[in-house]
């Protein structure tokens, strides 16, 4: 089985400064990871996704993340955030190689932006 | 247009009362998903199946009964079994295991 902890519930970030999301995760085989944003009262949307090769992934709207084996984790980062950034932000794994459907996913990162 | 379509955007369930939730999809994905929203934890999995006439249940079935008729459809319906159903909804399609999930719009259940 595999699980997420998002580190930070709310962050609070000023326009065009830069943000990083915290992601960790533990999981006894070779994993897939997302990132997916939410805005009020809509689903969730992917931002990006990593399955193999290359540690750094870029996504929409500006946003990568790296994957980093050794500490298990999968941050993500924005080097200049807008105010259609607030939002809800979700990271989720799920097992590679396997025949099992399911994600587990973090709890969540409010990301509040201030003109 | 392709997707995923969540209908009602909005329902009210009375005391007793057994709901469906509707999710479709055009997206010719094997596989389909309902989670469930609250406030500080994210999403959890109530049932999930990857094929027709298949289902399993999640990491919180109870309380909930699904249905996998058709490819394109996967109802959800939360019976009164289901003491706290006041949530978010959210029903999410992959091609197959490893693939991204693309999710619906949302439904929202409230209890009168």
């Known amino acids: 089985a595999q699980s997420v902890t998002q580190l930070d519930s709310q962050v609070p970030v000023f326009e065009e400064a830069p943000v990083e999301l915290r992601c960790n995760y533990s999981s006894s085989v070779s994993v897939y990871l997302f990132w997916y944003v939410q805005y009020p009262n809509q689903g969730l949307q992917l931002l990006l996704k990593y399955l193999s090769g290359s540690t750094l992934v870029k996504g929409i709207n500006g946003f990568e993340a790296e994957f980093n084996k050794s500490q298990t984790s999968f941050h993500l980062r924005k080097p200049s955030v807008h105010i259609s950034d607030t939002a809800e932000y979700f990271c989720a794994v799920g097992p590679l190689r396997s025949n099992d459907y399911k994600l587990s996913f973090g709890a969540g990162t409010t990301v509040t932006v201030r003109a | 247009d392709g997707g995923i379509t969540q209908s009602p955007k909005y329902l009210f369930r009375k005391e007793g009362q057994n709901v469906t939730l509707s999710c479709e999809q055009n997206l010719n994905h094997d596989a389909m998903y309902w989670y469930r929203q609250d406030p500080g934890q994210g999403l959890r999995l109530i049932y999930y199946?990857?094929?027709?006439?298949?289902?399993q249940k999640g990491d919180i079935a109870e309380g909930y009964s699904v249905s996998r008729e058709k490819k394109e459809s996967f109802p959800l319906t939360v019976t009164s079994a289901q003491k706290n159903p006041t949530a978010f909804y959210l029903c999410a399609t992959s091609g197959r295991a490893g693939e991204t999930q693309y999710f619906g719009p949302g439904t929202r259940l409230l209890v009168l």
């Open positions: 199946s990857q094929i027709v006439n298949d289902f």
